[in-house]
């Protein structure tokens, strides 16, 4: 039997097209429930203030590029969105005088325009991003080669070999869309084989890095974040690393400051990680099957899943 269609867009898969229940127990959730749905495998924390969140997801860096040696290359993997931890990064290589000769970083996603990568002096580019508020404010005796940089591109064979060579990805830090993604793994379309039901996680976690259609609402998302609204604007497609490549990192980190997925987005992630219930129409559920995930809520970006009128 098919399930029901899409509220927000009838010819994909997204969260609305999950059992009604499994959304009201989401929705009821307090903030310390929430904290509550640590497992073996999966952690939640909270921060207190705005600025120990970005600067616990700073340290992230620092920690990782830390155990990087030369028989030892180690990197992260990180976003765009958030953004506000680079410049904490950078002063943070600075500061502590940390040589990143054998440190790694992956970009994880890119926007793909008229069939290739956005050019680098795009301003929607997030490898321009990643370099103007962190790697080019960080001291250049202490910057890593720019070929320990990995971004991915149109041609997407070199970024997946940096994933199969010795470099060892200690931590791949995200955000959450609107969709319940990570990058840019969004559901797919409601079409062919996926008419009547979305892809099965088994299915959705062989995918590697590659080029993808975006849900319209991470379309709406970004021209909301990043393009004054203007969704016109805004690239129909990206490149972004797959679930192969993110089940090759060590643990994978997810920051929730309450800017970017909504209050009810923030618990419903959780709570089908926690609970192990795996869905590819919320992509986000599928890390139920990776080994070391923690998320990490703002308390003061948590909210609540009340009707409130402003």
Same mark, same amino acid.
């Given at each position: 039997?098919?399930?029901?269609?899409?509220?927000? @867009?009838? *010819?994909?898969?997204?969260?609305?097209?999950?059992?009604?229940?499994?959304?009201?127990? @989401?929705?009821?959730?307090?903030?310390?429930?929430?904290?509550?749905?640590?497992?073996?495998?999966?952690?939640?924390?909270?921060?207190?203030?705005?600025?120990?969140?970005? &600067?616990?997801?700073?340290?992230?860096?620092? +920690?990782?590029?830390?155990?990087?040696?030369?028989?030892?290359?180690?990197?992260?993997?990180?976003?765009?969105?958030?953004?506000?931890?680079?410049?904490?990064?950078?002063?943070?290589?600075?500061?502590?005088?940390?040589? %990143?000769?054998?440190?790694?970083?992956?970009?994880?996603?890119?926007?793909?325009?008229?069939? #290739?990568?956005?050019?680098?002096?795009?301003? %929607?580019?997030?490898?321009?991003?990643?370099?103007? &508020?962190?790697?080019?404010?960080?001291?250049?005796?202490?910057?890593?080669?720019?070929?320990?940089?990995?971004?991915?591109?149109?041609?997407?064979?070199?970024?997946?070999?940096?994933?199969?060579?010795?470099?060892?990805?200690?931590?791949?830090?995200?955000?959450?869309?609107?969709?319940?993604?990570?990058?840019?793994?969004?559901?797919?379309?409601?079409?062919?084989?996926?008419?009547?039901?979305?892809?099965?996680?088994?299915?959705?976690?062989? &995918?590697?890095?590659?080029?993808?259609?975006?849900?319209?609402? +991470?379309?709406?998302?970004?021209?909301?974040?990043? @393009? *004054?609204?203007?969704?016109?604007?805004?690239?129909?497609?990206?490149? +972004?690393?797959?679930?192969?490549?993110?089940?090759?990192?060590?643990?994978?980190?997810?920051?929730?400051?309450?800017?970017?997925?909504?209050?009810?987005?923030?618990? &419903?992630?959780?709570?089908?990680?926690? #609970?192990?219930?795996?869905?590819?129409?919320?992509?986000?559920?599928?890390? @139920? *099957?990776?080994?070391?995930?923690?998320?990490?809520?703002?308390?003061? *970006?948590?909210?609540?899943?009340?009707?409130?009128?402003?």
């Amino acid at each position: 039997m098919s399930r029901r269609i899409s509220m927000l @867009a009838p *010819g994909w898969w997204d969260f609305t097209t999950l059992d009604e229940q499994i959304l009201h127990d @989401a929705a009821k959730l307090t903030p310390n429930d929430l904290l509550q749905l640590s497992r073996p495998g999966f952690r939640v924390v909270f921060y207190d203030t705005i600025e120990d969140f970005y &600067l616990a997801e700073a340290l992230e860096y620092i +920690t990782s590029w830390k155990q990087a040696t030369p028989g030892n290359p180690v990197g992260i993997c990180g976003p765009i969105g958030p953004t506000e931890q680079l410049p904490l990064v950078a002063r943070l290589v600075n500061e502590l005088q940390l040589d %990143l000769a054998d440190a790694h970083f992956w970009g994880m996603d890119e926007w793909f325009i008229n069939g #290739k990568e956005a050019d680098v002096t795009n301003p %929607l580019s997030f490898e321009k991003a990643d370099r103007e &508020l962190c790697f080019d404010r960080i001291d250049e005796k202490l910057r890593m080669p720019d070929s320990n940089m990995h971004f991915p591109k149109a041609d997407t064979h070199t970024y997946i070999q940096s994933w199969e060579s010795a470099i060892r990805c200690a931590v791949m830090q995200g955000g959450q869309g609107d969709t319940k993604h990570w990058a840019f793994n969004d559901p797919v379309k409601r079409e062919g084989k996926y008419q009547d039901s979305p892809p099965s996680p088994e299915e959705f976690r062989k &995918l590697t890095t590659r080029v993808v259609d975006l849900h319209p609402v +991470t379309c709406m998302q970004n021209a909301r974040t990043s @393009a *004054g609204g203007v969704v016109t604007g805004i690239p129909l497609q990206a490149l +972004t690393v797959g679930p192969v490549q993110t089940w090759k990192a060590e643990k994978v980190s997810i920051w929730h400051a309450g800017t970017h997925d909504n209050a009810f987005g923030q618990r &419903l992630t959780a709570f089908m990680i926690s #609970k192990n219930l795996m869905d590819s129409a919320v992509p986000m559920s599928l890390l @139920a *099957g990776h080994p070391n995930v923690q998320f990490n809520y703002f308390r003061g *970006g948590v909210g609540v899943c009340e009707t409130e009128m402003h």
